[in-house]
C-alpha cells in the first residue's frame, strides 16, 4: 500500500492531535460557520481569524508548508468564479460592489479551508468517524463510511496495477485507443470490487457479523479540553464583537 | 464543480443541508429494509470502487485529461436510493479527507452529485427498459443519462450560488451548463465502454440493479 500520505500528519502528536474528535468537529463547525458570517468588507476580523489559525497551525505542529499546498485546492473555484463577476455584475446585492464581494468571498473560503485541512490533519479519519458517530450520525451510515476508507487504499493500489499494466502494453497509443482501453478496465475493477465485496460479507458472517460493529470506547471527554475548547469559542466570539465595534 | 466555504449563504446552506439530510435518512431507511445489512458491505465496497475509479484517467483535448465522475454508474449499478448513498459517503470523504468542497456547503455538494447526480440519469434508463429495447438503444440511454448526471448537478450548482447572491443568476447558468455539456459527453463515452465490458463479463450485475430497484 503506497497511499498512506493522505493524512499523513494526523498522527503526530500534539494537544490538538490529542483532543477528542467530537470537540474538533464542533469548534470547526463553529469557526467555519463565523467566517462565513463575517462582512466581506471587514478585512480586521479576517485577519485576526488568520492569527488565530496561524497559531493553532503552531501549536498542532503540521507543517504549514503541507498545509499551504493542500489550500491551493480552492484555486479553480474561485477562477470560476471570478471569471462570472468579470462578465456580468448585474444582479449582484447593491449593498457591496463586485469586487469587495468577490474578495471577501475568496478570503472566507480560504480561511475555511485551512479550518478544515487543520481538522483533517489532526484528526485520524477512524477517530472523525467515532466522533461522528457519537455526535448521532446514522451509525449504518458510519459504517458504510468506514468500509469504505478501509477499501480505498486497496482499490486504488489495484487501479494503479491496472494502469501500469496498460501503459506498458500500448506505450504511445493514440487518444482514442487510450480512452477505448482504459474505460473497460474501470468496468473489470468494478466486476473484482463486486466479488470482493461479497467475499468480505460472507466472511464477516460467517465470523457472525450481525450488522453491528463493535468497537472500544477510546474517546473521552476531559475537563481541560472543554475548557479550550470554550475558549477558543470564545475568541472567535471576541473577535467578531470586537471587530464589529471597531468598523462602526 | 465541489463548492467550497463562503460561497453560498446562511439561507442556502440550511436549504441544501435539510433536502441532503433528508434524502439519505429517507435512502438509509429503505436500504436497510429491502436488503438487511448484507448491503452495506457492499455499499462500502462499491464506494471506494467509484473513488479508484475516479482515479484513470483519460486524454482528452491538448494536455488535458479527464477523469469518470460516476454518479450515474453508481446509481444504474446499485439503484438511485443504494446508488445516491454510496455518492454522497463519497462526497463526505472528498470533503473531510481531501477538502474537496467545504464543511458547510457539504449539503449542496451532496445534493448536487450525489442526490441529483443519481437522479437525473436513471429515469430514462428506467424509461427505455420498459420497452424491451435493443442493446444499443439501452447503451445509448445510458450515456444520455451519463450526460445528464453532469449536466444537471452544474446547473443545480449555478442555480444555488445564484441563490446565495455570489455569482449573476444568468450568465452562470450559462456558462456551467456549457462546460459541463461538454465534460458530460467525456462521462457519457467513458460510461457506454464501461457499461459494455460489464455487459460481457457479468450481465447479472447490469440486471440485478435494473430490476431491483
Known amino acids: 500500500m503506497q497511499h498512506s500520505y493522505l493524512d499523513k500528519y494526523s498522527s503526530l502528536n500534539s494537544a490538538i492531535h490529542k483532543a477528542d474528535p467530537r470537540l474538533k468537529i464542533l469548534v470547526a463547525l463553529f469557526f467555519v460557520l463565523s467566517i462565513l458570517l463575517t462582512n466581506s468588507g471587514s478585512l480586521l476580523e479576517f485577519a485576526l481569524y488568520g492569527v488565530i489559525i496561524a497559531s493553532l497551525v503552531i501549536a498542532s505542529r503540521v507543517p504549514p508548508l503541507f498545509i499551504l499546498k493542500r489550500s491551493l485546492m480552492i484555486i479553480p473555484f474561485v477562477v470560476l468564479i471570478s471569471l462570472f463577476l468579470l462578465f456580468d455584475r448585474t444582479g449582484l446585492s447593491a449593498e457591496h460592489s463586485g469586487r469587495v464581494l468577490f474578495r471577501g468571498i475568496v478570503i472566507k473560503s480560504y480561511l475555511a479551508i485551512l479550518v478544515l485541512i487543520l481538522l483533517s490533519s489532526t484528526t485520524p479519519f477512524p477517530s472523525l468517524l467515532q466522533g461522528l458517530q457519537r455526535l448521532k450520525i446514522s451509525k449504518v451510515f458510519i459504517l458504510l463510511l468506514s468500509f469504505m476508507y478501509r477499501y480505498i487504499f486497496i482499490l486504488a493500489d489495484e487501479a494503479m496495477r491496472l494502469t501500469r499494466g496498460k501503459r506498458s502494453r500500448e506505450f504511445g497509443a493514440g487518444k482514442w485507443r487510450q480512452i477505448k482501453s482504459t474505460a473497460p478496465l474501470i468496468g473489470i475493477l468494478f466486476i473484482r470490487t463486486y466479488e470482493k465485496g461479497e467475499r468480505a460479507y460472507s466472511a464477516m458472517c460467517s ?3 450481525d450488522g453491528t460493529i463493535r468497537t472500544f470506547n477510546t474517546i473521552n471527554l476531559r475537563m481541560a479540553e472543554i475548557l479550550v ?13 470586537f471587530s464589529n465595534s471597531h468598523a462602526l | 464543480m465541489h463548492i467550497p466555504d463562503g460561497f453560498l449563504d446562511p439561507k442556502t446552506i440550511l436549504l441544501c443541508y435539510g433536502i441532503s439530510v433528508g434524502w439519505i435518512a429517507v435512502a438509509l431507511k429503505r436500504t436497510k429494509g429491502k436488503l438487511g445489512e448484507k448491503m452495506v458491505p457492499l ?7 467509484i473513488f479508484a475509479a475516479q482515479m484513470f484517467n483519460f486524454p482528452i483535448a491538448g494536455g488535458t485529461s479527464g477523469h469518470l465522475l460516476g454518479s450515474f454508474l453508481a446509481a444504474l449499478l446499485l439503484g438511485v436510493w443504494e446508488g445516491s448513498t454510496v455518492m454522497a459517503a463519497v462526497v463526505i470523504i472528498q470533503c473531510l479527507v481531501f477538502q474537496d468542497g467545504g464543511l458547510l456547503s457539504l449539503g449542496a455538494n451532496l445534493l448536487n452529485i450525489a442526490i441529483l447526480g443519481a437522479i437525473s440519469g436513471l429515469w430514462i434508463v428506467k424509461l427505455s427498459s420498459l420497452t424491451s429495447l435493443s442493446k444499443k438503444m439501452f447503451l445509448f440511454a445510458c450515456g444520455t443519462g451519463a450526460w445528464l448526471s453532469v449536466v444537471v448537478p452544474a446547473a443545480a450548482c449555478a442555480g444555488e450560488l445564484g441563490l446565495s447572491g455570489v455569482a449573476p443568476w444568468k450568465t452562470t447558468l450559462v456558462a456551467m451548463t456549457v462546460i459541463h455539456a461538454l465534460i458530460g459527453v467525456v462521462e457519457a463515452i467513458i460510461t457506454i465502454l464501461i457499461i459494455v465490458v460489464i455487459d460481457k463479463i457479468r450481465p447479472d450485475l447490469l440486471r440485478i440493479s435494473a430490476t431491483t430497484s
Do not use: E
Open chain 1, 229 to 241: 475548547g470554550f475558549a477558543l469559542i470564545t475568541i472567535i466570539v471576541l473577535v467578531k464583537i
Open chain 2, 43 to 49: 455499499m462500502g465496497v462499491m464506494g471506494a470502487f
Open chain 1, 207 to 209: 465470523r457472525g457479523f
